[in-house]
């Protein structure tokens, strides 16, 4: 499976962005999908995970009430809605997909798409 990340951008404080996560298979219907994000000598941190059937989602503390995480399966795609963008969400942002339960932690995830760089200016 090969997740493809994008709609990273260059976006002013307050603005908004879609990040867009395509598979390259029909995988997605059965797999957690999570966005995460990393900056600069940081650790890779999560933001927020969306189950198979889309019907259960979680967020990080900075993306709750901001952010918001969907899928389509039919288009094996999920998504990354970032309104009221800050400063502060400026990173390379990866999403990510796993078989099982839904986690938060890097390392349960097996696949990973190459990133897309969001760039927030104050």
């Known amino acids: 499976v090969q997740l493809q990340a994008s709609g990273g951008g260059m976006v002013q404080a307050g603005g908004s962005l879609t990040l867009s996560c395509a598979a390259s298979a029909r995988t997605l219907s059965n797999a957690i999908i999570g966005w995460f994000r990393q900056t600069p000598g940081k650790e890779r941190e999560f933001v927020a995970a969306?189950?198979?059937?889309?019907?259960?989602?979680t967020y990080a503390d900075s993306a709750k009430d901001r952010f918001a995480i969907s899928r389509d399966n039919a288009k094996d795609t999920a998504y990354l809605l970032m309104n009221s963008l800050k400063p502060e969400d400026t990173a390379v942002y990866y999403c990510a997909a796993r078989l099982g339960s839904m986690q938060i932690t890097t390392k349960y995830y097996r696949y990973w798409g190459q990133g897309t760089l969001v760039t927030v200016s104050s």
């Open positions: 969306i189950s198979f059937a889309g019907g259960r989602t």
